[in-house]
């Protein structure tokens, strides 16, 4: 079982529309959560970045995370075309002194004007 | 425009070549990583330095080395490069380990 699970999609969905991705992880040390998004042929972009259980707004981004379920999650509200893209979920433990990253294998988005 | 910058975009290299990956970042973070994305399977760590002078193994070290003689610069070696390693390859800073990343924009590796 991998630490961190995340359907890999594609997720396609009309302009407008409430989006709403997922990633589930076993190791409940983890204390740092993050979304990245990545367009093709990118480098990853930090979206949204919290730290242990709740909820964050950014914009039309929520980042939720709720630790006893082992379960966050990343809303888009009205979707653009320009949010087509793969978003990634990572979340850090720390280990041997230092904060260790482990990345969801990404879900692809498809937003349809 | 501050960020990191990696070096080459895109490569070809044959088997048993050695090659240097170079990345720079004038963000002053001091947490630097190098990360390689292959499809299904995420993003994983290579090597990873949390200062000048200090560099550490990630999740799967073998084939690489780097070096961090400056808190700006962490090139990726690849020693004897192998069909295996063909891969879009990341490095990535931070301003400490718990914060989040900025990426480069990557390296296409093809080993033929």
């Known amino acids: 079982q991998k630490e961190v699970e995340q359907d890999p999609g594609p997720l396609s969905v009309p302009e407008g529309a409430i989006v709403s991705l997922n990633c589930t992880y076993s190791?409940?040390?983890?204390?740092?959560f993050m979304w990245y998004r990545q367009y093709s042929r990118k480098g990853p972009e930090l979206l949204m970045y919290t730290y242990s259980s709740g909820n964050k707004e950014d914009g039309r981004f929520t980042a939720q995370v709720d630790k006893s379920s082992k379960y966050i999650s990343l809303f888009i509200r009205d979707s653009q075309p320009s949010d087509s893209a793969t978003y990634l979920c990572a979340m850090s433990a720390e280990a041997s002194g230092t904060y260790k990253y482990i990345f969801g294998t990404g879900t692809r988005l498809k937003v349809l004007a | 425009n501050a960020g990191v910058t990696q070096t080459p975009k895109f490569q070809v290299l044959k088997t048993g070549q050695s090659m240097t990956l170079q990345c720079a970042q004038d963000?002053?973070?001091?947490?630097m990583s190098w990360y390689r994305q292959d499809p299904g399977m995420g993003l994983r760590l290579i090597h990873y330095?949390?200062?000048?002078?200090?560099?550490d193994q990630g999740e799967v070290p073998n084939g690489y080395n780097v070096s961090r003689s400056t808190t700006e610069d962490f090139p990726l070696r690849l020693l004897s490069a192998a069909p295996s390693q063909t891969s879009v390859y990341f490095c990535?800073?931070?301003?400490?380990?718990?914060?989040?990343?900025?990426f480069g924009s990557g390296t296409r590796l093809t080993v033929v």
């Open positions: 963000m002053n973070h001091e947490y």
């Open positions: 190791n409940s040390a983890f204390q740092y």
């Open positions: 330095s949390v200062g000048a002078g200090i560099t």
């Open positions: 990535a800073s931070s301003f400490r380990d718990s914060s989040g990343y900025t």
